[in-house]
C-alpha cells in the first residue's frame, strides 16, 4: 500500500533548503528513458523478415479480425484485436496465413512491421510508467530511473515487445493499471473530488484492459484486489472517526470503480469481439451449434436440414472430427490387460468418409404416414442401425478397450430382440427446447488414443457415463438418403440460402468464457522450451524463438541476467530485513529506528510490500497450474520485481537527513520531520555503476534478442553462461547434450 501524502499537499518550510530534486530533471530523465526505450526496441524491427514464435497464432488471429472469420483461442481478444487493428492500419489484407515459423514475410507481401510497430510502441511506453509509478509513490529521481532502466536495458522484454505476440499489451496495462492505483490511493485525502473519480475508474479501466489481454490479468486483479481490502479495512477502524454511512459509501465508490466499471468494459471487447468476426471460420467446430448457426457461411447453418425417421446419416464427433464407424471385426476375446471383450462387433472412430459410416434412423414408436410427426425430436428414443451389416448400436456392461471405467459399444443383430432395451439411444440436442427437431446425445464418447492392430489404429468409441460430458458431442455431417431412399449426396437445385439466427450476447460469452477456461487447462503436452516457475527468476530457462541456419542466427528469449538477478537479490534483501524487523519486535527491539527515523520503515512495509504483493500475485498461482508454462509468464511479475529492486536500493541508501515540512491533512496542517535520499559521490558511484554493468550485459546477448548478427559458435558458447540454456550453432568443443536439434 502507498501510505506517502500527496506531494502536492506538502509545503516546504521555505527557510529550510529544498532538497527535491527539481521536476524540470525528472521530466527530462523520463523522456531520455523513453527515448531509449523506443530505440531499443525499434532497432532492426523488420529483422527477421519471417514468422517467429507465435507470430504463428496471434498474426494469424490478428488476420482473422480483417477477414472476419470466426476463431477460437484461449486468451481474451483485447491484445489481438489491437494487433488486427495495427494490421488493417498499415494494409494488410488477412490473407496470409502465419502457417509455421519461418514463413516469409516479404515473398507474401505482409506490412509485419506496422504490426510489429504496436508491440514495441506499448513495450517502450512501459518504461515511463515503470519510471512514473517509482516517482509517486516518492521515490527520488535515481531510484526511478534504476527501476525503469531494469525495463529499458532487459533482453526479454525487448525480444517480447519486438513481435506480433501479446505480452506487450498485457504488461503494459498491467503498468497502467498499479500507476492509476497509486495516484488514486495518494488522494485519498481529497476523496469524491473529480480527479479522486477519474483515478479510480482508471483504474478500473485499465484492470479490464489487462484481463481483456490474458486471463493471467486477474493476478493483477488479485494486487489491486487485496490492497483494496487492506485500505477498506483500515477506514473501517474507528479511530479514523468515520461514521458506518461513511464507511459504505467508500465501499460502494470502490466496488463501482473496481468491479463493476471493469465487468462492463471487459464485456465491451466481447461484444466487438462478436460483432466483427460474423462469417463462418476455424472456429466454428468448438462452439455449440446454436452458436455456429449465428455465423454467416457456416456448414452447419446451410447444409442443416430436418432430420426424419428412416433417414441414413453419417455422424461426425465435433472434436475430432472422426466419423462414427462400426465393420464386421470383433472385438477380440482378451485385451492386452487380461480382461475379457464381448466379442461383438467392432464400433470405432474412422476419420474418413465410407459406407460403414452409415447409420439409419430407427424409430420406437409409431408414426403418421406423412407429415410433421415423421421428423426426429429432442428427447426422442431411437435406434442406430448400421447399415451395411444391419446390425444395431448397443452399449453393455462391458468395460471399454483403453477406458475401463467407461463401457463397450458393439452392434447386436436387428432381428435379434433379446438386447432391444441396450440398443436405446436418446437424441439430447445441445441447447434445445423441448420439441426441438434434430437438425445435426447419449454420451456416445471418444478420444484421440488410437486402439490396437485388431482394430486397424482407429479410434476407441466408448459410452461415458457423465453423460454431461461436453465432448460427447456428435453432429451429423451428412443425410446420405432421406427416408424414401432417394440419395441426397447428388442432389441438385436451387436452395434457398438459410437465415442467420440469432443468439443472446450473454450465452455467447458464458460459452466461449467457459470453453477458454477448459481449453487453456488442457494445453499440458510437453514442449521443449516448457519450464517450471522455481526456474524463472534466477533465468535458468529461455526460449528459441527462431533460427537461420544459414547465417547461423538465432533468437533466444532471455532476460539481462545480471538485471533479473539484481531483482532477485532486492527480493531477498526485502525479505531478509522485515524478517529480522518483526522478529526482533516480537522482543521489543527495533533495529531500523536506531538507524533512521520511522517514515522510511513506513514505506518498506507499505510501498515496498504492495510491489512485493504484486509480484507474488503474479508469480506464484503459476505453481497451481498444470498446462505449459514458458518464462515469458514471468514477465509481469518481473515488472514488479524491478520495483521492488529500486524500493530496497532507496532503503539501502538513505541516510537519515531531517528537516521540517508542513503536511496539510483534512484541513489542518502538521509540522513533521522528512527525510531524503542522500546519495554523495559513493552513492553515485556506485548507480553509475550498476548501470553500466547493466549496459554492458545487454549488449553482450543483444545478438540473441535481435537475431543478429551471426554468432560464430565460440561466441555462442560464451553466451551459454547457463548450462540449461539450450542456444544453437555452439561450438563442438563442448558439451551439447542438452542443446535441442531442430
Not at 421428423?375 to 478397450?401: E, G, W
Request: aromatic share 14%; net charge neutral.
Amino acid at each position: 500500500m502507498v501510505r506517502k501524502a500527496p506531494r502536492d499537499r506538502i509545503v516546504s518550510n521555505p527557510t529550510v533548503p529544498n532538497p527535491f530534486e527539481d521536476e524540470n530533471i525528472s521530466l527530462i530523465v523520463g523522456i531520455a528513458l523513453t527515448f531509449v526505450a523506443f530505440l531499443l526496441r525499434f532497432y532492426k524491427l523488420n529483422h527477421p523478415d519471417q514468422v517467429v514464435f507465435d507470430e504463428v497464432h496471434f498474426g494469424k488471429f490478428a488476420a482473422y479480425y480483417i477477414t472476419r472469420e470466426y476463431y477460437f483461442d484461449v486468451h481474451p481478444p483485447l491484445a489481438k484485436m489491437l494487433l488486427g487493428a495495427a494490421g488493417w492500419f498499415v494494409g494488410f489484407d488477412g490473407k496470409f496465413d502465419f502457417e509455421k515459423i519461418g514463413d516469409s514475410y516479404t515473398q507474401h507481401h505482409v506490412p509485419y512491421v506496422g504490426m510489429r510497430a504496436l508491440p514495441a510502441i506499448l513495450g517502450s511506453l512501459t518504461v515511463p510508467i515503470v519510471y512514473g509509478i517509482m516517482r509517486q509513490t516518492g521515490f527520488p529521481i535515481a531510484i526511478a530511473a534504476f527501476s525503469a532502466s531494469l525495463i529499458v536495458f532487459d533482453n526479454a522484454h525487448i525480444t517480447q515487445t519486438r513481435l506480433i505476440l501479446l505480452d506487450a499489451a498485457l504488461v503494459f496495462f498491467m503498468a497502467l493499471s498499479l500507476y492509476a492505483y497509486i495516484r488514486f490511493r495518494k488522494l485519498r485525502y481529497s476523496e469524491y473530488t473529480t480527479e479522486w473519480w477519474l483515478w479510480l475508474c482508471s483504474t478500473g479501466f485499465f484492470l479490464a484492459c489487462t484481463l481483456g489481454c490474458k486471463m493471467v490479468g486477474l493476478f493483477t486483479f488479485l494486487t489491486i484486489g487485496t490492497a483494496v481490502l487492506v485500505d477498506l479495512w483500515n477506514i473501517l477502524d474507528y479511530k479514523k472517526g468515520l461514521s458506518m454511512e461513511q464507511v459504505w459509501r467508500h465501499f460502494f465508490a470502490r466496488a463501482l470503480g473496481l468491479i463493476l466499471l471493469p465487468f462492463i468494459v471487459y464485456l465491451s471487447f466481447f461484444w466487438i469481439h462478436f460483432k466483427i468476426l460474423k462469417y463462418s471460420g476455424t472456429g466454428d467446430s468448438f462452439m455449440s451449434p446454436a452458436f455456429q448457426e449465428t455465423l454467416h457461411g457456416n456448414e452447419l447453418l446451410l447444409n442443416s436440414q430436418e432430420i426424419r425417421y428412416y433417414d441414413t446419416l453419417t455422424i461426425k464427433h465435433r472434436e475430432s472430427k472422426v466419423f462414427l464407424h462400426s465393420h464386421l471385426e470383433r472385438y477380440p476375446l482378451r485385451y492386452d490387460d487380461g480382461r475379457i471383450s464381448s466379442q461383438g462387433q467392432q464400433v470405432t472412430g474412422y476419420p474418413h468418409n465410407d459406407t460403414n459410416n452409415h447409420w439409419q434412423v430407427i424409430p420406437t414408436k409409431a408414426l403418421p404416414e406423412t407429415g410433421r410427426g415423421r421428423v426426429v425430436r429432442h428427447n426422442d428414443i431411437v435406434q442406430l442401425l448400421h447399415v451395411v451389416t444391419q446390425s444395431n448400436l448397443l452399449t453393455h456392461d462391458v468395460a471399454s478397450p483403453l477406458t475401463p471405467t467407461n463401457q463397450e459399444f458393439t452392434t447386436f443383430p436387428r432381428d435379434d430382440h433379446s438386447r432391444y432395451n441396450d440398443t436405446l439411444f436418446q437424441i439430447v440436442i445441445t441447447d434445445a427446447h423441448d420439441g426441438q427437431a434434430w437438425k445435426s446425445k447419449s454420451a456416445l464418447w471418444t478420444h484421440s488414443e488410437p486402439l490396437p492392430e485388431w482394430a486397424f489404429g482407429q479410434q476407441e468409441i466408448n459410452g461415458n457415463k457423465n453423460a454431461q460430458e461436453r465432448s460427447a458431442t456428435w453432429y451429423v455431417d451428412q443425410i446420405v438418403e432421406d427416408e424414401t431412399g432417394e440419395d441426397l449426396r447428388n442432389r441438385t437445385g436451387v436452395v434457398e440460402p438459410k437465415q442467420v439466427k440469432s443468439m443472446s450476447f450473454f450465452r455467447k460469452f458464458g460459452e466461449l468464457q467457459l470453453l477458454m477456461l477448459q481449453h487453456n487447462a488442457g494445453l499440458t503436452a510437453s514442449h521443449p522450451y516448457a519450464s517450471n516457475p522455481i526456474n524463472w527468476p534466477f533465468l535458468l530457462n529461455g526460449i528459441s524463438f527462431w533460427t537461420s541456419n544459414g547465417e547461423k542466427q538465432q533468437i533466444y528469449l532471455i532476460g539481462n541476467p545480471l538485471g533479473w538477478w539484481i531483482c532477485v537479490m532486492g527480493l531477498s534483501v526485502f525479505v531478509g530485513i522485515v524478517g529480522a524487523d518483526l522478529m526482533a519486535r516480537r522482543r521489543n527491539i527495533k533495529p531500523i529506528q536506531k538507524v533512521i527515523i520511522p517514515e522510511l520503515r513506513n514505506r518498506l512495509l507499505n510501498s515496498t510490500g504492495f510491489f512485493v504483493s504484486a509480484w507474488a500475485f503474479h508469480y506464484f498461482p503459476f505453481y497451481l497450474m498444470s498446462r505449459q508454462l514458458f518464462v515469458h509468464h514471468y514477465l509481469p511479475a518481473h515488472l514488479a520485481s524491478t520495483l521492488v529492486a529500486g524500493s530496497v536500493l532507496n532503503f539501502v541508501l538513505t541516510e537519515s537527513i531531517e528537516y521540517p515540512i508542513s503536511v496539510a491533512r483534512r484541513g489542518v496542517t502538521h509540522l513533521r520531520p522528512r527525510m531524503y535520499t542522500d546519495f554523495g559521490i559513493k552513492g553515485l558511484a556506485i548507480s553509475a555503476a550498476v548501470l553500466v554493468i547493466l549496459v554492458i550485459s545487454f549488449c553482450f546477448f543483444a545478438p540473441l534478442s535481435y537475431g543478429t548478427p551471426g554468432l560464430s559458435g565460440e561466441e555462442v558458447n560464451r553466451r551459454r553462461i547457463i548450462s540449461s540454456w539450450t542456444l544453437h550453432f555452439q561450438s563442438k568443443e563442448i558439451d551439447t547434450t542438452c542443446v535441442h536439434k531442430i
